[in-house]
Nanobody
């Protein structure tokens, strides 16, 4: 069983930056692809970014390309989501998830989920 804990959310003004962290509890974390999803009030959960087990093949949703970056440090069992040029439409609860498949982008492909961290961007 892999437990995931997100941190780093908060309130930021438009144009600002935040870095989210996703810490995994098990040594197997370093063998899993890890993705980020977000869910805004009244909307479905949507894919944001994913990175494979070795830190390669990062893939981001079109809505965040050029603004967000995903990376990982397997020595720390942690995946990061660097979010720059934040906009009010980025406001959501951000979830990290892990899966034993190659850079999945669909919710059903993920086996493990964190509890989420709130990101609020004010205009």
């Amino acid at each position: 069983q892999v437990q995931l804990v997100e941190s780093g959310g908060g309130l930021v003004q438009a144009g600002g930056s935040l870095r989210l962290s996703c810490a995994g509890s098990a040594r197997t974390f370093s063998s899993l692809s890890v993705g980020w999803f977000r869910q805004a009030p009244g909307k479905e959960r949507e894919f944001v970014a994913v990175i494979n087990w070795s830190g390669g093949s990062p893939y981001l949703a079109d809505s965040v390309k050029g603004r967000f970056t995903i990376s990982r440090d397997n020595r720390k069992n942690t995946v990061y989501l660097q979010m720059n040029s934040l906009q009010p439409e980025d406001t959501a609860v951000y979830y990290c998830a892990a899966a034993p498949v190659w850079v999945p982008t669909r919710i059903y492909e993920y086996d493990y989920w964190g509890q989420g961290t709130q990101v609020t961007v004010s205009s």
